[in-house]
Nanobody, 131 residues
Framework: QVQLVESGGGSVQAGGSLTLSCAVS????????MGWFRQAPGKEREGVAAIYISERRINYSDSVKGRFTIFQDKDKNTLGLQMSSLKPEDTAMYYC????????????????????????WGQGTQVTVSS
C-alpha cells in the first residue's frame, strides 16, 4: 500500500519562499510519474509540476515555471517542491500524487497535469500567500 504524506505548508508574504515535502512509503518502484497538484477554494485541482520517473523528464505549469522546482530524493524516499517568488494566487491546498498505472504518460494517452490520471494522493498541505 502506497502512502503519501505532505508537509511544509504555511503562511508567507508575497515574494517569500516555502519548500514542501512529500514522504513516500510503500512500493513505488514502478511509479510512472509523481507530481504536485493544488486546489484553491472554488477551483478545480490543477497540476503544478510532475516528474516522469523513467525518463527523468520534468514538467511545470506555465503559472509556476521559473519559480517552482520539483525534486526527488530517492535516498530519503521523498518528493519535494521548492517554491519561490510566491504570489497570492499561489494560495491553495497542495497535494502530492503518484501514478503507478501509467495513465499519466503519453504512451497511455495521458497528460501529466490531469489529476484523474493519478491513483495515489496525500492529504494535502495548505499554502497561504498574503499580499
Amino acid at each position: 500500500q502506497v502512502q503519501l504524506v505532505e508537509s511544509g505548508g504555511g503562511s508567507v508574504q508575497a515574494g517569500g519562499s516555502l519548500t514542501l515535502s512529500c514522504a513516500v512509503s510503500g512500493d513505488t518502484r514502478n511509479a510512472y510519474s509523481m507530481g504536485w497538484f493544488r486546489q484553491a477554494p472554488g477551483k478545480e485541482r490543477e497540476g503544478v509540476a510532475a516528474i516522469y520517473i523513467s525518463e527523468r523528464r520534468i514538467n511545470y505549469s506555465d503559472s509556476v515555471k521559473g519559480r517552482f522546482t520539483i525534486f526527488q530524493d530517492k535516498d530519503k524516499n521523498t518528493l519535494g517542491l521548492q517554491m519561490s517568488s510566491l504570489k497570492p494566487e499561489d494560495t491553495a491546498m497542495y497535494y502530492c500524487a503518484a501514478d503507478l498505472h501509467g495513465t499519466s504518460t503519453p504512451q497511455y494517452g495521458g497528460v501529466w497535469h490531469d489529476p484523474a490520471e493519478y491513483n495515489y494522493w496525500g492529504q494535502g498541505t495548505q499554502v497561504t500567500v498574503s499580499s
